[in-house]
């Protein structure tokens, strides 16, 4: 579930094994903030905002069951958001392509993707293109 869609209860139970697992300080709380902060764009600005989630995505559960639904809610409010398009590839259906590590694009200058030990930033135009086209056919596995 991409940050920025991500309620506060979420975030922490995400953040939180984040810390857990790579044992560095405990920042949670403005960690969590950090990211509840940048949901600010998506209500501000000109950007466009198109997202490919797989089904499992969905169903994956992070936190209590209470998470979960607020989550889902959450994600639902979002998609009803002018500036944004989510798609989601179900589970079953044949594909183009298979996603891999997440990553998002930025006005086709940048790309970034989180791996579990560091943030690429991938500003050549020829990679960049790999992943507008890995993008693309992502996008045509999706439905609205």
């Known amino acids: 579930m991409p940050g920025l869609f991500q309620t506060a209860e979420y975030a922490t139970a995400v953040l939180s094994r984040v810390i857990e697992f790579n044992q560095v300080p ?13 949901q600010r764009f998506l209500y501000s600005g ?3 905002f198109l997202v490919v989630l797989e089904e499992q995505a969905l169903k994956t559960r992070v936190g209590d069951a209470e998470t979960m639904r607020g989550q889902l809610d959450r994600l639902l409010a979002v998609m009803s958001l ?8 179900p589970a079953m259906s044949e594909r183009k392509i298979w996603t891999s590590a997440g990553f ?3 006005d086709q200058t940048t790309v970034r993707m989180e791996t ?5 930033t991938i500003t050549q135009r020829g990679e960049i ?9 992502l996008q045509e596995s999706a439905v609205d």
Do not use: Q
């Open 82 to 89: 002018p500036r944004v398009s989510l798609g989601i590839i």
């Open 46 to 48: 000109d950007r466009r």
């Open 26 to 38: 405990n920042d949670l709380d403005e960690a969590v903030a950090a990211r509840l902060d940048r």
């Open 104 to 106: 998002w694009i930025f």
């Open 116 to 120: 579990p030990t560091a943030e690429l």
């Open 129 to 137: 293109a790999v992943y507008e086209k890995r993008f693309a056919w």
